[in-house]
């Protein structure tokens, strides 16, 4: 198999990376469904786009690939077989199974729509009013299929790991669909299509989300145990791992974060920026140094070794070998500044490559923390963007790193 996926880091050169624009299901979010669409507050689309548009620009600019996911779906969509099948599943996987006149009523008018409308729309929802009150169920919403606001975050719905990826099962109703859009593209898409191994598949009882997921190196992954991603999920998907002769993946370290929507996934308080030096949101942290952690490892006996450990810094050094670490406080250790630049992302840094990030404008304090401890920063603008509670890393799923 020539794979068509490679991340063994978390910072080796990014040469590929899958995004997603925002588009009308930002519209589509009301004071009323916000909470359950996951955001806290309604960005304003024009901007949100223009902010989306340059950051992409700025990765281009870096000698990144960009490839949207929405362009991957239609490409597959244009299959005529593939678009009847999927939009059946995509509509059953919203609640309306196929021997219902109401699933009918969507197949018949998601099937006068052109490839690009048909993508938009899946994306956007279909509201009530768009059919002349002729339906027969009457539904609570003004949407009969939900929008998929948080798509943009293109991080949560897979998590790609060496040559392979999970597909995952999402916590909450209003993302668990944007894992089906993954699982077509890597099913039919030829890029992808054979070339790449699946981990895990979206039909499993157990939760397991992206922005938990981060690659220390080619053979240990740091994997949050947060509100999104269950102890349970991460034994499973180390057990896959340690089991693969297709996976160099030999260590895993769980990390205990505090389930709130500020740290929905542990890339919202901690990332890797270089060979020996870390984002970290001191907030997380008892007494400036210590957190709950399960390290799992396989021994080349192939027996599994768990242990407890609390020392950030020193079970850092253990399964890295770095011996120089360096953890990069948020908002510089100010509580204030922290816990302000925290919640607009200010631990949720890209890198591009090892020393050098995509960041949020907005976290000057971080900015400037980063800049001194020698990291090349370029920074985008995130006025509107930041409102869905996610930044670079969040916004983008590596498909290729040196
Ligand atoms: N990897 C991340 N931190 N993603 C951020 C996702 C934000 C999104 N509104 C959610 O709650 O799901």
């Given at each position: 198999m020539v794979p068509a996926l490679q991340v063994n880091s978390e910072i080796g050169r990014l040469r590929t990376v899958l995004l997603k624009r925002p588009g009308d299901e930002l519209e589509n979010i009301t004071p009323a469904s916000m909470g359950e669409l996951l955001f806290d507050d309604i960005p304003y689309l024009k901007i949100a786009q223009a902010e989306h548009d340059a950051f992409a620009a700025t990765l281009r600019e870096q000698g990144v690939e960009t490839l949207y996911i929405e362009q991957l779906v239609a490409d597959v969509l244009a299959d005529a077989h593939i678009r009847s099948q999927f939009t059946a599943q995509f509509i059953t996987e919203h609640g309306?199974?196929?021997?219902?006149p109401t699933f009918a009523d969507l197949m018949g008018y998601l099937r006068g729509f052109s490839v690009s409308d048909l993508v938009a729309k899946l994306y956007a929802g279909v509201r009530i009013d768009e059919f002349d009150n002729r339906l027969e169920q009457p539904v609570?919403?003004?949407?009969?299929m939900q929008p998929l606001?948080?798509?943009?975050?293109?991080?949560?719905?897979q998590s790609v790991i060496g040559n392979g990826l999970t597909i995952n099962r999402m916590t909450y109703p209003v993302r668990q669909v944007e894992s089906l859009l993954t699982e077509l593209v890597m099913t039919y898409h030829p890029r992808f299509a054979g070339h790449?191994?699946?981990?895990?598949?979206?039909?499993?009882?157990t939760c397991l989300e992206g922005g938990d997921v981060l690659i220390l190196n080619e053979h240990t992954l740091a994997v949050g145990l947060s509100e999104r991603t269950e102890q349970a999920a991460v034994s499973e998907l180390a057990e896959t791992l340690f089991k693969s002769v297709d996976s160099q993946i030999d260590t895993v370290l769980m990390i205990q974060i505090p389930h709130s929507h500020a740290t929905m996934h542990l890339d919202t308080v901690f990332t890797m920026v270089n060979n020996n030096q870390f984002t970290m949101y001191?907030?997380?942290?008892?007494?400036g140094k210590e957190i709950e952690m399960v390290l799992a490892r396989r021994k080349s006996s192939g027996e599994v070794v768990l242990g407890r450990r609390t020392d950030l810094i020193a079970t850092l050094r253990e399964v890295t070998g770095e011996v120089d670490l360096d953890l990069i406080l948020t908002g510089a250790g100010d509580p204030v500044h922290a816990s302000r630049e925290q919640w607009n992302d200010g631990s949720n840094t890209l890198t591009i490559a090892p020393g050098e990030v995509i960041t949020y404008d907005r976290n000057h304090v971080s900015n400037n923390l980063l800049r001194e401890h020698g990291i090349i920063v370029h920074e985008v603008r995130s006025s509107e963007l930041s409102r869905g509670r996610g930044g670079p890393r969040c916004m983008t799923q590596p498909i290729w790193r040196d």
């Amino acid at each position: 198999m020539v794979p068509a996926l490679q991340v063994n880091s978390e910072i080796g050169r990014l040469r590929t990376v899958l995004l997603k624009r925002p588009g009308d299901e930002l519209e589509n979010i009301t004071p009323a469904s916000m909470g359950e669409l996951l955001f806290d507050d309604i960005p304003y689309l024009k901007i949100a786009q223009a902010e989306h548009d340059a950051f992409a620009a700025t990765l281009r600019e870096q000698g990144v690939e960009t490839l949207y996911i929405e362009q991957l779906v239609a490409d597959v969509l244009a299959d005529a077989h593939i678009r009847s099948q999927f939009t059946a599943q995509f509509i059953t996987e919203h609640g309306y199974q196929p021997d219902t006149p109401t699933f009918a009523d969507l197949m018949g008018y998601l099937r006068g729509f052109s490839v690009s409308d048909l993508v938009a729309k899946l994306y956007a929802g279909v509201r009530i009013d768009e059919f002349d009150n002729r339906l027969e169920q009457p539904v609570q919403t003004p949407f009969l299929m939900q929008p998929l606001p948080n798509a943009y975050f293109t991080r949560d719905p897979q998590s790609v790991i060496g040559n392979g990826l999970t597909i995952n099962r999402m916590t909450y109703p209003v993302r668990q669909v944007e894992s089906l859009l993954t699982e077509l593209v890597m099913t039919y898409h030829p890029r992808f299509a054979g070339h790449v191994n699946i981990w895990r598949s979206r039909e499993v009882e157990t939760c397991l989300e992206g922005g938990d997921v981060l690659i220390l190196n080619e053979h240990t992954l740091a994997v949050g145990l947060s509100e999104r991603t269950e102890q349970a999920a991460v034994s499973e998907l180390a057990e896959t791992l340690f089991k693969s002769v297709d996976s160099q993946i030999d260590t895993v370290l769980m990390i205990q974060i505090p389930h709130s929507h500020a740290t929905m996934h542990l890339d919202t308080v901690f990332t890797m920026v270089n060979n020996n030096q870390f984002t970290m949101y001191p907030g997380v942290l008892a007494g400036g140094k210590e957190i709950e952690m399960v390290l799992a490892r396989r021994k080349s006996s192939g027996e599994v070794v768990l242990g407890r450990r609390t020392d950030l810094i020193a079970t850092l050094r253990e399964v890295t070998g770095e011996v120089d670490l360096d953890l990069i406080l948020t908002g510089a250790g100010d509580p204030v500044h922290a816990s302000r630049e925290q919640w607009n992302d200010g631990s949720n840094t890209l890198t591009i490559a090892p020393g050098e990030v995509i960041t949020y404008d907005r976290n000057h304090v971080s900015n400037n923390l980063l800049r001194e401890h020698g990291i090349i920063v370029h920074e985008v603008r995130s006025s509107e963007l930041s409102r869905g509670r996610g930044g670079p890393r969040c916004m983008t799923q590596p498909i290729w790193r040196d």
